[in-house]
């Protein structure tokens, strides 16, 4: 059995983006946005590029923003935090199955709060024997999808996310909130640092706000 503690084993990439013909993400946008008011298709410079993508969030224009997607790769997350993830509806999601895939060596994610209170030695105790349960029935026939019922739900698991950036923008509002529960809160923050690299203006308002804030 394996212990993260908090978000440490958290690992976030961003795999794969709209990469344009020409120009950036930000340029794939807001040019795909002019053509709602313009004859015909046109190029845009650096300055008329983030003028025209405030604006839309201004007016909340926003469906221009799905013509940008991003893939993410994500481990060392429980099975909660997806769980929270996948009720956003508006996205893409390959998870990795405890019905096909045995877990040998068990990992899981132990809240800071638990790891630092009176309860810790029971709890790892607890995680121990479940682990231990779970490779004695796949040892001795249960299937995989049966023996997974004894694991606690701090399962780490991994899972790829697709979601274009309309969507992206909506799930890093929800859920780099100070209300939202700190894995997924975690987890929100570095895709928004990853997307705000490659479309920081698509991404600057957001960023500001969770990233560059410290009250936040
Ligand atoms: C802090 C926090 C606490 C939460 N607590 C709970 C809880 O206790 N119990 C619980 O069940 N859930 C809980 N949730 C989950 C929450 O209710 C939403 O299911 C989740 O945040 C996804 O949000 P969404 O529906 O806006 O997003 P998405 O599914 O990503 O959808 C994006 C947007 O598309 C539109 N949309 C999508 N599908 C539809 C549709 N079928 N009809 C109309 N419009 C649609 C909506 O405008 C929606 O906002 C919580 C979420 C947060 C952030």
Redesign the pocket.
């Known amino acids: 059995m394996e212990v993260c503690k908090g978000s440490e084993c958290l690992k976030v990439e961003l795999i794969a983006y709209s990469l344009p013909r020409e120009g950036d993400v930000d340029k794939l946008v807001a040019e795909s946005g002019a053509i709602s008011h313009a004859p015909h298709f046109k190029e845009l410079n650096e300055e008329r590029v983030k003028n025209l993508i405030e604006l839309l969030k201004k007016l909340g224009h926003e469906s221009v923003f799905e013509h940008a997607c991003f893939t993410f790769r994500v481990e060392g997350i429980s099975r909660i935090c997806t769980h ?1 993830l996948v ?5 893409s999601y390959t998870q990795q199955s405890q019905r096909y895939v045995k877990l040998k060596n068990p990992k899981f994610i132990v809240p800071n709060e638990i790891m630092e209170s009176e309860f810790s030695e029971e709890y790892l105790e607890l995680l121990e024997r479940a682990s231990e349960l779970y490779r004695k029935m796949v040892e001795g026939g249960i299937r995989k999808e049966d023996a997974r019922f004894v694991l606690p739900q701090g399962v780490e698991t991994k899972i790829v996310i697709t979601m274009n950036a309309r ?1 992206l923008r ?2 890093i509002t ?2 780099c ?1 100070k ?2 529960q700190w894995e997924i809160r975690e987890m929100a923050k570095e895709m928004l640092r990853l997307a705000h690299d490659v479309a920081p203006i698509l991404f600057d308002d957001l960023y500001k706000k969770y990233i560059d804030n410290s009250e936040e």
Not at 87 to 91: D, G, P, Q, T
């Open positions: 929270q009720r956003h509806r508006l996205a969507e909506h799930f929800l859920r909130d209300s939202a």
